[in-house]
């Protein structure tokens, strides 16, 4: 196993922040179960009416399916000027 070229700035890479957030979620919610059913009971009613009830079973494929998708699709190059 190698690291890839300039690993230093893997930082910038789509799917590495998209990993990130999901590590700091799933800690945060582990960590502090109950922080995390007083955040959903302080939201509105109008948004929790929004998101279904088990959601939360959902999170932590959908960020996983994101790393993948950032991971493998082509991004601008800073280059373009786009």
Do not use: C, Y
Not at 20 to 49: C, E, F, K, N
């Amino acid at each position: 196993m190698k690291l890839i070229p300039n690993w230093r700035h893997a930082w910038r890479l789509a799917s590495v922040r998209v990993a990130a957030i999901g590590a700091v979620a799933t800690t945060a919610a582990a960590a502090a179960p109950d922080t995390a059913l007083q955040v959903w009971q302080s939201l509105p009613d109008a948004v929790r009416d929004v998101v279904p009830s088990p959601v939360s079973r959902w999170v932590t494929p959908v960020l996983f399916v994101a790393t993948l998708v950032a991971r493998i699709l082509k991004k601008r190059e800073a280059t373009d000027g786009e």
